[in-house]
């Protein structure tokens, strides 16, 4: 055997000289070997001796500044977000061109439709030089002579304010009172205003009032003697002398002189304007120069108020036919009442609050009208106000004794307007009969809703929910229901089926006693007697005084729409308000509820601070 293996590829290993060739040979035969290594499969070895170590394969990156990734990661990514960006996209676009059915808001409640037209009133009764948007189309300016026309009068600049009712005459009084009503409403429910729009409107209606107010006396001084209490006048007893009764005229139109009444001892006047003034600067806290104004005026008013004591009417004057004064003790107690929320000065509360007052008051004693709140008498409202501040700030000594009297006879006062007592009759129809029977009711009947609303509202501010009338409790929906079916009276609920708020609902007083809404407005002037053809036709008026609550129906239900009887169809600025607060109390959302802390807003802590705690001990 020989030495020399052979081949692993097929071939022996020695070379042969005996078996040389030529080149061409060799090169076929390597090409016959060529061919016969590669007809047999090759394991890996025999493959990596071959082809000798593998090329690997280079990965990619994407520099990103702050970081490399792989640029097949980053191509992932990018991928995928542009993916889920394109479907998120598609959807979108799906949703936004699907109709969509919306719930629609629910239809305002009768409170809230005639609240809009209760606070247009107003904007009819305004006097002086009109804003250029009071949006009734009927009326225009006037008494742009008022002061002026009168040599006898201190006071030159009388424009402005408020006509009181179906004639042209500006009662100070009745008019305080229902700018009172007003601020306080909006204290109270400013959120409910807000919700019907009607925020600024109600602000416009206050402020243009007080702006009047700050006129009628001297505001810039701390102390003063007079203030005007009456532009016109009334009286017809003495014979056909032009006046703002006898005539019957636009008061666009008013060629007859009206005098200025003023009064040197008006402790009632003055205190009802203090009240006005101070409730206002509390609705103006926002706008601080107006608020100081005002409460500065509040202040020389109710100084002037206790300094210079009597009655406004007294003495055979003019108001004492529309408007008189029975007493100015319920005044004191609500003025003070007003100027210590408007101040935080505790003197104030301690004279609201000092027993001799409210006695002097009727606090103690019933009487057929007491619980009554009107233009005349405020002692009903001053005593829920000041239940306010036991229910909220709970004061303590030396307040609470009168203060727990004070809650406790609202208490009562709101168990008589419940039908279960006999405080008070009733018509056939529900009307409570606030005013025995006597004319014009409704204008009490409002305040006191207003009053059962707040009161209801006040207890569940408190988490209380209602109060005793002797032996029996009842809920606070009890004296809420007593407020809505007395207003839905109003409204229409009733006998005649007749809304007594003109231009709500479809059946209302077409002939109200009104010398602006009765004759119309054309290239005529009708001179004093030349409108009483307007007052004594029995055509509808004209013009619709839009809002107005006439003076309502007799002891009967029966109403006669009648213009020349003012029992019937002659509206109030003072009604009004009460039926404005009455009806933004009722309006809107139950829960919304009173706002418990703008009153409090300049009234201090009830207590002394506690002392800080004492510095770390050090050794």
Known sequence: MSIYGRDPWGGPLEINAADSATDDDRSRNLQDFDRAALSRPLDETQQSWLLGPGEQKKKKYVDLGCIIVSRKLFLWTVGTLLAAGFVAGFITLIVKTVPRHHRAHPPPDNYTIALHKALMFFNAQKSGKLPRHNNVSWRGNSGMNDGKSDPSSVTKDLVGGYYDAGDAIKF????????????????????KYEAAGELNHVKDIIKWGTDYFLKTFNSSADTIDRIAAQVGVGDTSGGPTPNDHYCWMRPEDIDYPRPVYECHSCSDLGAEMAAALAAASIVFKDNKAYSQKLVHGAKTLFKFSREQRGRYSAGGADAAIFYNSTSYWDEYVWGAAWLYYATGNSSYLQLATTPGLAKHAGAFWGGPDYGVLSWDNKLAGAQLLLSRLRLFLSPGYPYEEILRTFHNQTSIIMCSYLPFFTSFNRTKGGLIQLNHGRPQPLQYVVNAAFLATLYS?????????????????YSTDVIRKFAETQIDYILGKNPRGMSFVVGFGNHYPKHVHHRGASIP????KYNCKGGWKWRDTSKPNPNTIVGAMVAGPDKHDGFHDV??????????????????????ALSGDKSVGIDKNTIFSAVPPMFPTPPPPPAPWKP
Request: aromatic share 16%.
């Open 172 to 191: 100070n009084f009745p008019a305080s009172f229902a700018m009172t009503m007003l601020s306080w409403s909006v204290i109270e429910y400013s959120a």
């Open 563 to 584: 213009r020349a009887n003012y029992n019937y169809t002659e509206p109030t600025i003072a009604g009004n308000a009460g039926l404005v607060a009455s009806l933004v």
């Open 521 to 524: 407005k054309n290239s005529i």
């Open 457 to 473: 509202d006040y207890l569940a501010a408190a988490d209380t929910p209602g109060w005793y009338c002797g032996p029996n409790f």
